[in-house]
């Protein structure tokens, strides 16, 4: 349930309504908004008495939430979540993540060596690139396939934070490596295998670093926003969704890019979205056109995978850019995202 407060309702009135929702034993979640304040109700719903809250001076009026996802939600929350990643060197500029600019995270799919990481995040941060992507936790099919340099490859995408200064986002896949990760990560990934991985999910919500849900195989936009909710009732407000396509019976593509995710998912929520058109195409040639329409439908970023030498990738080799390839990306994006009324960066 959420309570409209009317517009220029003082703080004496927010005040009293929080005090009387508190004392049925609920927690009021006050969300200030430029128009006006909505307090959110989270608990037990069935202690509300409705019209003593409808009677009460400064407030405009008592509406249900029919959506399970509360805090989540645009409606509950007023405001669009704004992240802000601080810079990776001291006296660079700090980047933001659901504002007027559009972010592009991009690197290779895993962190292979040290070398890789260096050269590659050069080369990333000359063409524009605003993040560096790497998984070093590798959620693989076979267990007989390379299963990611594990704290090394972590080490290396930390140390170019100081030569380089990409920040840095990366998959944690276990909740034992869950507070390493967010020392290291600017942003925590969360893979599509994961998405309902509640333990783990809890667990983000006690870590101070934003947390990147990437929708699962076969979840539906709701799911992915109730994991969302876990990560943010667990007290992590920082949560970005990623839309990077589903299983479907169509076979020319890896997945099914789901880019009207983009607009559904920003119609119902205030928190950041990002598309990762690499894993949601699985191929190559397929990335640009659906990243260049993923800043058209209105996402806030980009998570792109790109290797120095794709045919030779220990993983995800067809589906990567090759630099040249990502830096002529980039001077599209630009063009795209200005002609939506946003930019890169
Ligand atoms: C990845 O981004 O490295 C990855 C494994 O993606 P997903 O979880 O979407 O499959
Ligand atoms: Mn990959």
């Not at 990611?148 to 990409?166: A, D, I, K, M, N």
């Not at 195409?281 to 970023?301: C, I, S």
């Amino acid at each position: 349930m959420i309570v409209v407060m009317q517009k220029g309702a003082g703080d004496d009135r927010i005040q009293a309504v929080s005090d009387l929702v508190t004392e049925w034993g609920l927690k009021p979640h006050v969300s200030r908004g430029e128009e006006r304040t909505v307090i959110g109700l989270i608990g037990d719903e069935s202690k509300v008495n409705e019209p003593a809250l409808e009677m009460m001076s400064g407030v405009e009026k008592v509406m249900p939430v029919l959506k399970p996802y509360k805090r989540a939600s645009l409606e509950f929350h007023a405001q669009r979540t704004v992240i802000k990643i601080p810079p990776a060197r001291h006296g660079d500029r700090g980047l933001t993540l659901g504002g007027p600019g559009v972010l592009v995270m991009a690197g290779p799919c895993s962190v292979e060596n040290r070398d890789m990481i260096l050269a590659l995040a050069a080369f990333l941060k000359g063409a524009g690139a605003h993040l560096l992507r790497g998984g070093a936790f590798k959620p693989r099919t076979s267990p007989y396939a390379f299963q990611g340099l594990g704290v090394e490859g972590v080490r290396y995408l930390s140390e170019q934070r100081s030569v380089v200064g990409l920040p840095v986002i990366t998959e944690v896949m276990d909740v034992r490596d869950a507070e390493m990760i967010a020392e290291f990560a600017d942003l925590i990934q969360v893979g599509a295998r994961n998405m309902q991985n509640f333990a783990l999910l809890k667990v983000l919500g006690r870590c101070r670093k934003p947390v990147m849900l990437k929708r699962g195989l076969a979840n539906t936009l709701e799911e992915l926003l109730m994991s969302a909710e876990y990560v943010i009732n667990a007290g992590n407000e920082e949560v970005i969704l990623c839309e990077r396509g589903i299983r479907t019976f169509e076979p020319f593509t890896r997945n099914t890019l789901d880019l009207s995710a983009v607009p559904v998912l920003k119609r119902e929520s205030h928190l950041p979205v990002v598309v990762d058109p690499s894993h949601g195409t699985g191929h190559w040639d397929l990335v640009a056109p659906m990243a260049r329409a993923a800043v058209a439908a209105g996402a806030d970023g980009l998570l792109l995978e790109v290797h120095p030498d794709p045919a030779h990738a220990i993983s995800d080799g067809p589906q990567s850019l090759t630099p040249g390839r990502f830096k002529e990306l980039m001077r599209e994006l630009e063009a795209v995202a200005g002609a939506v009324g946003r930019h890169l960066g």
